[in-house]
């Protein structure tokens, strides 16, 4: 059974810096790979970064790149997302997820996945 467990959200000041985990079990790196989306009160689900393929390519919206990074750890089955020069706006709850790699691309997060972890909380505010 696939599980996806995201730790490492929490308040921060606007500028600040913090480090999101997404620790994956329950299937292979062949089977799938994994993205991080985002939920602001609201709006809409969107993706943040995503993994386009198996060779490792990541997308990164427009709104945070520059600013954020995605990696991961292999040996771990972890996928993290380093958040920099956060912004109010950057305030959601933050998920990962996990989807065949066909449905990777370039160009964006998928609209589709098949596995949902339950999100962590990321506020930035003075």
């Known amino acids: 059974q696939v599980h996806l467990v995201e730790s490492g959200g929490a308040l921060v000041h606007p500028g600040g810096s913090l480090k999101l985990s997404c620790e994956a079990s329950g299937f292979t790196s062949g089977d799938y790979i994994v993205g991080w989306f985002r939920q602001a009160p609201g709006k809409e689900r969107e993706g943040v970064s995503c993994i386009a393929s198996q060779d490792g390519a990541v997308y990164y919206a427009d709104a945070v790149l520059g600013r954020f990074t995605l990696s991961r750890d292999g040996r771990r089955n972890t996928v993290y997302l380093q958040l920099t020069s956060l912004k109010p706006e950057d305030t959601a709850v933050y998920y990962c997820?996990?989807?065949?790699?066909?449905?990777?691309?370039?160009?964006?997060?998928?609209?589709?996945?098949?596995?949902w972890g339950q999100g962590t909380q990321v506020t930035v505010s003075s």
């Open positions: 997820a996990a989807y065949p790699h066909w449905r990777g691309s370039y160009y964006s997060c998928p609209h589709e996945v098949d596995y």
